[in-house]
């Protein structure tokens, strides 16, 4: 979707699903640094990939503190 969805689902109190496209998607990574963690749920979309190695890659890529995140995250699930 496009920042303008992203942040309606937002507004609302929804949560953004994030996964593989961590990986692929240049146009979701551009806005996805502006969603916070709070709305954010990790999920694998039934790929090989690892729930841990999509942890890894968002906290890599916008410099999220493991720990802290992976408590928030815990919460949004």
Request: with cysteine; hydrophobic share 35%; proline share 3%.
């Amino acid at each position: 979707g496009s920042l303008d969805q992203a942040n309606e689902i937002v507004e609302k109190g929804h949560y953004i699903g994030v996964g593989p496209q961590l990986f692929s998607n240049m146009k979701v990574l551009n806005y996805l640094k502006d969603i916070p963690i709070e709305n954010i749920l990790l999920e694998t979309d039934d790929q090989k990939l690892s729930i841990n190695k999509i942890f890894e890659e968002y906290c890599r890529l916008f410099d999220k503190n493991k720990r802290e995140s992976l408590k928030k995250l815990n919460r949004n699930f």
